[in-house]
Every structure is written in structure tokens, then in C-alpha cells.
């Protein structure tokens, strides 16, 4: 097929790519849990937060600049996937590959992990698009010899690690792929070191960021791994790599085996030791599963050419399976990859075909529920929100004057700021994740209008230091992740409340400090 035809297919997949998911999710799920908090960020533009670098937040900014409407939100990950295809297209036509290869690294987007990673607004991808973006500028230096991918390279890291620190263990596995093949001749080339520089320059802002506050990063990856991280399993991680890329998983393993020993693909003999290392690595820091992600687009692109070039002239039927495959497996895993059906219905779709066997109904509490944690965290926002408004609505106005809205997590704080406005609701606070860096230095507190995930709140002893304490709602939704959290309307705190309640959040900053 012509060029100019090759181009048109390209742009018509990429198109697609950037709208299917659009198509897809059931409208009765709103933002995800992180999504509010990265949204927050938007709201307090700085060089970095403590759990990523700034990069997001700026996408953010002007998510909320152009509405906070669900479209703009979604638009940046839908907008990145598309590119991230359109790389993994470039590395597919500078190997030879035609338009059955371009299809079929298509295919590979849609079908898997990678349909939900680009319909959620969390840095992961653009960290899966930054690992693609460094990689096709080695493998084009590779190609060409020319220095200028190099210099590419060192300002894709640098933009990378602005948008997650993970970009450092592909750097360096890329770099220890390198060493262990004949492109190490590369390490004898100045521009290697112009690119690194180059990538430190535009990383150090965030870096005297993280310096001058003690690196808060550290405290909330210590966090994460004391609440998610020390319950995963190597076993289970390994198996996942198969699993969140199931449909056109055997295009990513053709293509880590013909990077791995083909001879014809010998200058890329690099790529097959980056996909060890980063495997390695995150096994050995207990990574979550798809903190691999980033990795499978490039042998995608590798093992989709391959697959075209083996059946251009012998096995021309296979072409047929290695679409009716993934097809066929979509009917049972876009539903797992996006929530397209409404939470009652998924849950049954779920349990008639036994889907917690594939683990993904598993939570943090490591118990099995009847949605995805993803998708639980998509409901029941704008519910605690409406029922925070309508128990502000029942404070007069010198009660109003003198209220602080309080919020136990970063998802709850950032789904009532969110829907604050259409409920009439002030600013709310928390003390959970960056949410900390934004309270307030001195705050007085009269009274309190508290929504909290603890269910036993109420026999906490502070509830003492105000003259009443009264419980007005609780969120219901029976799918929700925060099903059961209260709100609760405390009334005339007195002094030692205040006390107490300053010296807690100035315990906890310094808790950060410490850990850090």
C-alpha cells in the first residue's frame, strides 16, 4: 500500500484510539478518587506535590480553566493514548512495517490495560507516553547514528521525570540494556552526556522543590508501600503482566522475542534487556502491576511488525486470528478494562462469568467486591456532596461564618470542592496527601462539618469538646468505595479542641518531615 495510504490509516486509528473510550464508560460514573485530587493540584500550581511531579498539574489547570467538565478531563488522557499510538506507529514504518502492523499495534491499545489507563486522568499516561517517546528517540539514534535523537532523548527524560519519578528506573534499565550489547558503543559518545544534562536541567526545578521540603515523595511512597505495596505478590505481578494485555498478548511476546534473539534484529538486542531490568526492578521495589505499562508499547510495535512480516507470504490465514482473537476476547474484557454498564449490571456480569478468579475484584483490603476498586471509586462523589450542602443549608448565617468543612481523605475533600459550588459549599479541607501542604497555618474553629470514613467517629473522645455533635447523612450508594461514610455537624468547639486539632496537623507535617 502506498505511503500517503499507510499515513490516512494511521491518522483514522489514532483518531479512533483518542475516542473510543468516549463511546464506552456508562455516564452514571463521575471522576475517580485520584482524579479529584489531581484536579486539586490544578487549583495550587506549584514544582511538585507529594505524591508526583508538577507536569500533571498543569493539564489540570486547564482542565478547571476550560469548565472541569468531564470531556476536558478525560480529553488528556484520550489525547496522549492517541500519541502514544502514533509512536509506536513511527517505530513500526522506520522497521518496514506496512499497514497490517499498524492495525495490529492498534489493536493492542484497545484492547487491555491500556483503555482504561487512557480514559483516567492520573500521570500514568503520561509515563507510559514518555517511555515510549525516550525509547523511539534511542531506537531512531540506533537507526540513524544522528545525535540530534540523542539530545531528543535527554529532553523526553526531562519532561518525563516532570511527570513521574518512575521514568528514572526505565532510564536506567535502557541504559543497562545498552551496556550489555554492542550499543554500548554509545557511552563513548558526548551527546549521551549532553542528553543527560539536558534532562537534569529540566528536571532540577523539582528537584529544589523536593530538596527544600525535605522530599516529601519519600514519606508518601513509605506511606504507600505501609498501605498497598507490602500485600503484592511477585507471583501474582508476573501473571498480571499477562493478564492486563490478555486479548494481543502474544503480539508483545513475539515482539520481546524477536528483539531478544532474531538476528535480524540485532541492533535492538538492547530492548529485550530493558523489559528484564524493568520487570526486575519493580519486582524487587514491589511495584504495582501496571507501573509495567510503560514498556509493552514499544514491543508492541516490535512484535506487530514481526507478525506482519511472518505472514506477508506463508500463514497469510493467521493474519485472520490475530484479529478474531482479540475481538472475540473483547466481548468479556472491555467490561473489566472500562465501566460500560451500570454498576447493578456489572456486578452481575461479573458474577455470572466468576471474573474474581482473574483477581480483579480483589482491593487494597485484599477482599473481593462485587465492582473493581477503579470503578467503585467513581461513585457516589456528587451523593456527599449534595448531602454536605444540604446539612450547610441548615446552619444559619453566623454559623456558616464560623464553620470549617473537614474531610478524612484527599478523594472526599476533592469531590466536595468539586461539586462545592453547585451545593453552595465552601472550600473543604483536609490533612491527607497534598491536601496537608494547603490547610491553613492558623485556624480557628468554632464549628465543624465533618464527613468522615470512619464509621465509629462518633465514640472518638474529641467529640466532647463541642456542644453537640449531630450525624445528618451517610452515603449510601452500594457500590461506592465510601459507602457508609458520615456527616456529621459539630457545634461549638471549645478551646482544647483547637488546641488538639493544631497540634495534630503540625504533628503530621513534621510526621513528613521525619519520614522523609
Known amino acids: 500500500m502506498k505511503t500517503d495510504n499507510r499515513v490516512l490509516f494511521l491518522y483514522l486509528f489514532a483518531i479512533l484510539k483518542f475516542a473510543f473510550p468516549f463511546f464506552l464508560q456508562n455516564s452514571i460514573y463521575e471522576p475517580h478518587r485520584d482524579e479529584f485530587l489531581y484536579l486539586s493540584e490544578g487549583h495550587h500550581m506549584a514544582l511538585g506535590f507529594m505524591e508526583v511531579p508538577p507536569l500533571l498539574s498543569v493539564f489540570a489547570w486547564f482542565t478547571n480553566l476550560f469548565g472541569d467538565s468531564m470531556f476536558w478531563l478525560k480529553f488528556w488522557p484520550s489525547f496522549f493514548g492517541a500519541l502514544t499510538y502514533i509512536l509506536m506507529r513511527k517505530i513500526i514504518l522506520s522497521l518496514g512495517g506496512?499497514?497490517?502492523?499498524?492495525?495490529?499495534?492498534?489493536?493492542?491499545?484497545?484492547?487491555?490495560?491500556?483503555?482504561?489507563?487512557?480514559?483516567?486522568?492520573?500521570?500514568n499516561f503520561?509515563?507510559?507516553f514518555f517511555w515510549t517517546l525516550i525509547a523511539y528517540h534511542i531506537i531512531r539514534y540506533v537507526q540513524t547514528g544522528k545525535n540530534k535523537w540523542l539530545l531528543f532523548a535527554g529532553v523526553s527524560v526531562g519532561l518525563g521525570m516532570l511527570s513521574k519519578y518512575s521514568v528514572a528506573f526505565f532510564v536506567v534499565s535502557i541504559l543497562i540494556g545498552l551496556s550489555l550489547t554492542k550499543q554500548r558503543k554509545i557511552f563513548r559518545n558526548r551527546y549521551l552526556y549532553y542528553s543527560l544534562l539536558i534532562a537534569f536541567i529540566l528536571f532540577l526545578p523539582n528537584l529544589i522543590w523536593q530538596y527544600t521540603r525535605h522530599f516529601p515523595v519519600v514519606f508518601h511512597m513509605k506511606e504507600l508501600e505501609r498501605t498497598q505495596l507490602q500485600y503484592l505478590s511477585?507471583?501474582?505481578?508476573?501473571?498480571?503482566?499477562?493478564?492486563?494485555?490478555?486479548?494481543?498478548?502474544?503480539?508483545?511476546?513475539?515482539?520481546?522475542?524477536?528483539?531478544?534473539?532474531?538476528?535480524?534484529?540485532?541492533?535492538?538486542?538492547?530492548?529485550?534487556?530493558?523489559?528484564?531490568?524493568?520487570?526486575?526492578?519493580?519486582?524487587?521495589?514491589?511495584?504495582?502491576?501496571?507501573?509495567?505499562?510503560?514498556?509493552?508499547?514499544?514491543?508492541?510495535?516490535?512484535?506487530?511488525?514481526?507478525?506482519?512480516?511472518?505472514?506477508?507470504?506463508?500463514?497469510?490465514?493467521?493474519?485472520?486470528?490475530?484479529?478474531?482473537?482479540?475481538?472475540?476476547?473483547?466481548?468479556?474484557?472491555?467490561?473489566?478494562?472500562?465501566?460500560?454498564?451500570?454498576?447493578?449490571?456489572?456486578?452481575?456480569?461479573y458474577k455470572e462469568r466468576h471474573v474474581e478468579k482473574l483477581g480483579v475484584l480483589?482491593?487494597?483490603?485484599?477482599?473481593?467486591?462485587?465492582?473493581?476498586?477503579?470503578?467503585?471509586?467513581?461513585?457516589?462523589?456528587e451523593e456527599m456532596a449534595k448531602k454536605m450542602g444540604a446539612?450547610?443549608?441548615?446552619?444559619?448565617?453566623?454559623?456558616?461564618?464560623?464553620?470549617?468543612?473537614?474531610?478524612?481523605?484527599?478523594?472526599?475533600?476533592?469531590?466536595?470542592?468539586?461539586?462545592?459550588?453547585?451545593?453552595?459549599?465552601?472550600?473543604?479541607?483536609?490533612?491527607?496527601?497534598?491536601?496537608?501542604?494547603?490547610?491553613?497555618?492558623?485556624?480557628?474553629?468554632?464549628?465543624?462539618?465533618?464527613?468522615?470514613?470512619?464509621?465509629?467517629?462518633?465514640?472518638?473522645?474529641?467529640?466532647?469538646?463541642?456542644?453537640?455533635?449531630?450525624?445528618?447523612?451517610?452515603?449510601?450508594?452500594?457500590?461506592?468505595?465510601?459507602?457508609?461514610?458520615?456527616?456529621?455537624?459539630?457545634?461549638?468547639?471549645?478551646?482544647?479542641?483547637?488546641?488538639?486539632?493544631?497540634?495534630k496537623i503540625e504533628k503530621k507535617k513534621v510526621t513528613v518531615r521525619e519520614l522523609e
Open 126 to 128: 503520561l509515563e507510559i
Open 98 to 123: 506496512r499497514t497490517f502492523a499498524l492495525f495490529l499495534a492498534f489493536l493492542s491499545l484497545i484492547f487491555g490495560a491500556y483503555l482504561r489507563v487512557h480514559f483516567l486522568f492520573q500521570p
Open 391 to 503: 446539612a450547610y443549608a441548615t446552619l444559619d448565617s453566623n454559623e456558616k461564618k464560623h464553620t470549617v468543612l473537614f474531610c478524612d481523605n484527599y478523594g472526599i475533600a476533592g469531590a466536595v470542592n468539586f461539586y462545592g459550588k453547585k451545593y453552595g459549599l465552601p472550600e473543604a479541607y483536609s490533612d491527607n496527601a497534598s491536601f496537608l501542604y494547603w490547610m491553613p497555618d492558623h485556624m480557628h474553629i468554632d464549628n465543624l462539618l465533618l464527613l468522615t470514613d470512619d464509621e465509629l467517629e462518633m465514640q472518638h473522645p474529641f467529640i466532647k469538646d463541642f456542644v453537640s455533635a449531630v450525624v445528618t447523612d451517610s452515603i449510601t450508594n452500594p457500590y461506592a468505595r465510601e459507602r457508609g461514610d458520615l456527616i456529621i455537624i459539630l457545634k461549638g468547639a471549645n478551646e482544647s479542641f483547637n488546641q488538639m486539632f493544631k497540634q
Open 362 to 381: 480483589k482491593w487494597e483490603d485484599q477482599k473481593n467486591h462485587p465492582l473493581p476498586q477503579d470503578f467503585s471509586d467513581m461513585l457516589g462523589w
Open 234 to 349: 511477585p507471583v501474582r505481578f508476573l501473571i498480571d503482566q499477562l493478564i492486563m494485555n490478555f486479548p494481543c498478548v502474544f503480539i508483545w511476546l513475539a515482539g520481546l522475542w524477536f528483539v531478544s534473539f532474531s538476528h535480524r534484529s540485532r541492533p535492538y538486542r538492547f530492548l529485550g534487556w530493558v523489559y528484564v531490568v524493568v520487570i526486575g526492578l519493580l519486582l524487587i521495589g514491589s511495584g504495582k502491576n501496571y507501573y509495567a505499562l510503560g514498556v509493552y508499547p514499544v514491543l508492541f510495535a516490535f512484535g506487530a511488525y514481526r507478525l506482519e512480516q511472518l505472514t506477508a507470504e506463508r500463514f497469510a490465514v493467521a493474519r485472520y486470528l490475530f484479529v478474531i482473537i482479540p475481538l472475540s476476547l473483547s466481548y468479556w474484557l472491555i467490561p473489566i478494562a472500562l465501566p460500560i454498564f451500570k454498576p447493578d449490571k456489572l456486578a452481575a456480569f
